[in-house]
């Protein structure tokens, strides 16, 4: 999924890339799997790959179509997309897996829930991205997938999504249009890419912990971006193992120092003895490790 962020220039955003090609570089491997045959008769005959692009080259792949359309890159994704019918198609780059990109529901579904176990991250993927994300949910696989999954999935039931999730993206969106209104009222220039980055990591972070970031809001008068969102952008197209660290490590301190306000805060509710406005992320993953920890004592003691 991961495979073709290396050639995108500083202005694409990673997290875009992914939801345009969905795990690209973890479907290659489901070409090179080895069927049992059905009976002894069967043969395994030649697997057949999906088409590339007609620009593709000997050697060289599709080194020339990356690096020429890297100001559009999702562009010539869809137009190539459009070109196949929407059908698989593959391109590939000397020196990096090669990507299988899809861009029909019809294949999303199949990829991500009728097919899950077989299409996974795989260990480029992971590999590539775990300074980042660790071993979290966005490249996990197999039993700690599952764990992820199955505990932030109680955030995204369809009560709390009528309620806590679509009463603070509404909020937020009242935000977003004021902030736009302002760089109007100065015909002031503005990236919109930054502002929806801005929206977007308020919303998670409102819905994920309980915290009310402001990103979006001090925009305006802020002459450089957020540090969390410098740092990411910095580590995604990183050359060189120093200065990914570095923006790693922003990134880390600064989501720790987030988990470590929202539980001082719930326990702040606690000893007052006011209840918690609303679920987030924090609050599920410890008291799913709390109740895991209380069941292995609770086993240890009954085993005695």
Do not use: C
């Not at 902030?179 to 977007?200: C, I, T």
């Amino acid at each position: 999924m991961k495979s073709v962020s290396g050639h995108m220039s500083g202005k694409n955003d990673v997290v875009v890339a992914a939801a345009a090609i969905t795990v690209a570089t973890a479907l290659l491997g489901l070409l090179l799997v080895k069927h049992a045959p059905t009976d002894q008769s069967s043969t395994t005959g030649p697997r057949k790959l999906p088409p590339m692009p007609t620009t593709t080259l000997p050697l060289l792949k599709n080194i020339l179509d990356a690096g020429g359309n890297a100001e559009r890159f999702h562009d010539w994704l869809s137009e190539q997309s459009i070109a196949f019918h929407n059908r698989p198609w593959m391109f590939a780059v000397p020196g990096r897996p090669a990507s299988i990109v899809l861009s029909s529901p019809e294949l999303f579904r199949d990829v991500l829930v009728t097919q899950d176990k077989v299409f996974l991250r795989g260990p480029v993927g992971q590999a590539i991205s775990y300074d980042i994300f660790g071993n979290g949910m966005v490249v996990a696989d197999g039993d700690s997938w599952y764990f992820h999954r199955k505990t932030a999935s109680r955030l995204f039931s369809m009560q709390m999504m009528k309620g806590g999730l679509e009463a603070t993206t509404r909020a937020h969106l009242g935000v977003f249009l004021d902030v736009l209104d302002v760089y109007v009222q100065r015909g002031q220039a503005f990236s919109m890419k930054k502002e929806l980055s801005h929206f977007a990591m308020d919303v998670i972070a409102k819905i994920g912990f309980g915290l009310e970031l402001d990103t979006l809001k001090n925009s305006v008068d802020r002459e450089d971006d957020h540090e969390f969102l410098l740092a990411f952008n910095e580590a995604s197209v990183a050359f060189g193992e120093k200065l990914l660290m570095d923006n790693t490590r922003i990134m880390h301190d600064f989501i720790d120092n987030v988990i470590v306000e929202s539980m001082t805060k719930k326990a702040q509710l606690a000893a007052e003895g006011k209840p918690e406005v609303a679920r987030d992320v924090v609050a599920l993953f410890l008291e799913k490790r709390l109740a895991q920890t209380e069941d292995r004592y609770l086993t240890a003691a009954t085993s005695w």
